[in-house]
T-cell receptor, first 114, second 112 residues
């Protein structure tokens, strides 16, 4: 079955440390890939997306993500985390064929320690 | 002004009551979506509409209905609310089915 997996429910990172959030998908062909962020009490905001081309994608707020076809992964990274990055992060995919809708992972909650 | 608005932002209701959540957008998008968010479950699609005359069930449509009154308006109804429909509800829009979705601020619904 098609699915999106975010294996980490919670991650705690020290302020200034690097961050990597994992996302794996299970689809027959490379889907379109997205990362969204949800700050407390807020809606979801798009961080970045991958449709095709360069497998390293730059997004807003200093985030980047790398698509690895061989691993069916689209991991989100940031070199230096700020306290304001504390939020919940969602990976989402939509199949690259036919009419289809977005499927979300269950999210990873990022906590930032001083 | 926000591109995607939802009303109300918070609602407490009782079991068996009918309730409507409303969504309006000024982005000019044809595609609109309703999701619910539960802790640990991420977002799950309830209904979606690709244009005014198109309504489709999502993953968890049982107990819900929708109405697309205009390109800019998409309402979600709970005909007879039950406690396990307590959740955070989001409306979203996009300009094509694989495009970026833009989310409203959410409606927190509590069914007692």
């Amino acid at each position: 079955a098609q699915s999106v997996t975010q294996p980490d429910i919670h991650i705690t990172v020290s302020e200034g440390a690097s961050l990597e959030l994992r996302c794996n998908y299970s689809y027959g062909a490379t889907p379109y890939l997205f990362w969204y962020v949800q700050s407390p009490g807020q809606g979801l905001q798009l961080l970045l997306k991958y449709f095709s081309g360069d497998t390293l994608v730059q997004g807003i707020k200093g985030f980047e993500a790398e698509f690895k076809r061989s691993q069916s992964s689209f991991n989100l990274r940031k070199p230096s985390v700020h306290w304001s990055d504390a939020a919940e992060y969602f990976c989402a995919v939509v199949p690259n064929s036919g009419y289809s809708t977005l499927t979300f992972g269950k999210g990873t909650m990022l906590l930032v320690s001083p | 002004d926000a591109d995607v608005t939802q009303t109300p932002r918070n609602r407490i209701t009782k079991t068996g009551k009918r309730i409507m959540l409303e969504c309006s957008q000024t982005k000019g998008h044809d595609r609109m979506y309703w999701y619910r968010q539960d802790p640990g479950l991420g977002l799950r699609l309830i209904y979606y509409s690709f244009d005014v005359k198109d309504i489709n069930k999502g993953e968890i449509s049982d107990g819900y209905s929708v109405s697309r009154q205009a390109q800019a308006k998409f309402s979600l109804s709970l005909e007879s609310a039950i406690p396990n429909q307590t959740a955070l509800y989001f409306c979203a829009t996009s300009d094509w089915d694989r495009g970026t979705q833009y989310f409203g601020p959410g409606t927190r619904l509590t069914v007692l």
